[in-house]
């Protein structure tokens, strides 16, 4: 029987434990925050909607959120924080009683799909299905209790739970999959005599059990895939084991990584064939690799297509931001280079070490080797742009533009005034400050005349008198 899935996602508690301002599920994982990565997973599942429990820092969380597309997303808040069954009262409201409720837990970031399709299939859209796991210490997660047949009976807290009940090592993971006119039900007679004086989400076991439901367990062993985060130190844990996971799948797809403990995505990273990359690189937002690129050690790289061939050497840090960078086919970068938004770079262009490219294009077999700077510049083909030459495209209020045309040879120490154009084929002398457009194949010179003093002395330090 199949149910449209809604999802729960509890998020209103404050986090003390993280020592810090950010509510709590707004702490980042991968570049997304954790929130972020459970509402990711709902849309994965193609969720009808996803409805968020706020309460700490709400308008914080609320905006720090998106829907992914064609899903709908939804926030109710939950002032005061009473407990997890009070937390999913204030849901209740937004919920259709056709649908399945999967309530999940928005520090909880590490969930496979897979597996909440693996509960969601359990409850068949007739019964409550709680997804456990196996601790070898499992202090202070509520226990999973089961008769002599081995059916489910009750989840028993922590802090309530007996000395017996403490022993068991089977834990509720705080996911649970429930058909919503149920849930509605149960929530409804849920009270606060317990040791923590809250109203538990986990005491809807009890009711399903006295109401004769049948309740479901799909246990599994991968306690990452239910690891929560309370600390920063929790945090730090579930990044490695988020981005070794990351590192194993590319590898199983033949990218070659030198050390898949030194490896990072923090955003969407796609490789082609023959993809090599170096310890200690970055990679955030939006990244595209192409066959055969290899990217040196130490690299950052946000926002960016790299095509064929192109290698990236070390200590190149590219951020293309909104406006992206394109790095062209067989293109060599850095080291030490910088690209910034809106660098676009054609075939096999050579950007070296401490040159920086803004907002500019450079067309097939541009070079710009060495101590450069180029913003809001259009380069031809085949050019060669001098080692300590910029363009100057700011005049103080606005931005301007440099074209150098193809086969145009920059000499080293040049400041190019915008706006202006180098004419194709002409040269510019070293050292020439040019405010003036050129006609191609002229050269260019400005620069002061050099005088030669024979014979000339130094000044010298006066003695002081003793």
Request: proline share 4%.
């Amino acid at each position: 029987m199949s149910l449209p899935v809604d999802v729960v996602v509890m998020a209103a508690g404050k986090g003390t434990r993280m020592k810090g301002q950010r509510p709590k599920v707004l702490h980042r994982l991968g570049g997304r925050a954790l929130a972020q990565h459970v509402i990711d997973c709902a849309a994965g599942l193609k969720a009808r909607s996803v409805v968020v429990i706020t309460g700490h820092g709400a308008e914080q969380v609320e905006a720090g959120l998106h829907a992914p597309e064609a899903t709908a997303l939804a926030f109710v808040r939950q002032s005061p924080q009473l407990g997890t069954g009070h937390a999913v009262q204030q849901a209740v409201p937004a919920l259709a009683d056709d649908g399945l409720t999967l309530v999940l837990s928005g520090d909880v970031p590490l969930t496979e799909p897979a597996t909440l399709q693996a509960l969601i299939d359990l409850s068949e859209g007739r019964h409550l299905a709680l997804l456990t796991l196996d601790l070898p210490d499992p202090t202070g997660y509520g226990r999973v209790v089961r008769d002599e047949h081995g059916s489910v009976r009750a989840i028993v807290e922590h802090k309530d739970a007996s000395e017996a009940q403490r022993a068991i090592t089977e834990i509720y993971s705080g996911i649970m999959a429930v058909p919503t006119r149920l849930l509605r039900g149960w929530l409804a007679r849920l009270d606060n005599r317990n040791a923590q004086g809250e109203y538990y989400l986990t005491d809807v076991v009890k009711f399903a059990v006295a109401d004769g439901e049948t309740v479901k367990a799909h246990r599994i062993a991968d306690a990452v895939q239910v690891a929560g985060v309370n600390s920063p130190q929790q945090l730090a844990e579930l990044e490695r084991a988020y981005q070794l996971r990351l590192a194993q799948r590319f590898m199983a797809d033949g990218v070659r990584l030198a050390d898949p403990a030194r490896f990072d995505v923090r955003g969407h990273l796609v490789c082609g064939q023959d993809v090599e990359i170096d310890v200690n690189c970055v990679f955030e937002g939006r990244v595209e690799l192409g066959d055969g690129v290899r990217i040196g050690a130490n690299c950052v790289v946000a926002n960016a297509r790299i095509e064929a061939g192109a290698v990236i050497h070390p200590f190149t840090h590219i951020e293309g931001e909104a406006a992206g960078v394109r790095v062209g086919p067989g293109a060599l970068i850095g080291p030490f280079a910088r690209l910034r938004p809106g660098a676009d770079l054609g075939a096999e262009v050579h950007i070296g070490n401490f040159v920086e490219v803004k907002n500019s294009t450079l067309a097939a077999g541009a070079k710009a080797n060495h101590l450069a700077y180029l913003g809001d510049a259009s380069v031809g083909e085949r050019v060669n742009y001098g080692a300590g030459s910029i363009t100057a495209n700011y005049d103080g209020a606005n931005k301007h533009r440099t074209v150098i045309e193809a086969d145009v040879h920059v000499g080293s120490n040049c400041v190019l005034v915008a706006p202006i154009t180098i004419g194709a084929g002409g040269t510019v002398g070293a050292g020439s400050t040019i405010t003036k457009s050129t006609e191609p194949g002229a050269l260019a010179v400005a620069r002061g005349r050099q005088a030669s003093i024979p014979g000339w002395q130094r000044p010298q330090k006066q003695k002081k008198a003793s």
